[in-house]
């Protein structure tokens, strides 16, 4: 904790204190792998139909994504993040490189090669359900 309050008191107001965490992840999946289908992103998240179209109502309302068609697929909608939401992203990926810049620098350079490996792997390995198999649709979360 002590490094995430080093890195956040240096950094600029943080530009998703705004929204819930599963507001968060929506936004930053846009961010990272751009435009996406409404159910390919909620499934990919682990959140079902009816809590993503809420989570997208939420977002749209608050100016950081909008819905639009899909030129191949009539059927689909596409979740885009809008312009105002670019600074702010670059903002969030620059506090988290920070972050991770910050807490590893002790480690030095082949040991931080080496977590930097692991947490790739753990990135590619499939995402855990709850043990009753469904997987965690609490939105409850802030």
């Known amino acids: 904790m002590r490094i995430v309050h080093g890195v956040t008191a240096g950094a600029a107001r943080r530009a998703t204190i705004d929204l819930t965490v599963r507001e968060r992840l929506v936004v930053q999946r846009l961010g990272l792998e751009g435009d996406r289908p409404i159910a390919a992103l909620g499934k990919t998240l682990g959140i079902s139909a009816s809590s993503m179209t809420s989570l997208v109502d939420r977002l749209e309302q608050k100016g950081h994504l909008r819905r639009v068609a899909h030129v191949a697929d009539r059927r689909a909608t596409l979740l885009s993040l809008t312009r105002k939401r670019a600074p702010a992203l670059a903002r969030k990926l620059d506090f988290y490189g920070a972050l991770i810049d910050r807490t590893l620098a002790p480690l030095g350079g082949q ?32």
Do not use: F, I
């Open 111 to 142: 040991a931080t090669a080496q977590v930097l490996r692991a947490l790739r792997m753990l990135e590619a390995a499939e995402p855990d359900t709850r043990p009753d198999g469904e997987p965690d649709d609490d939105d409850s979360s802030a």
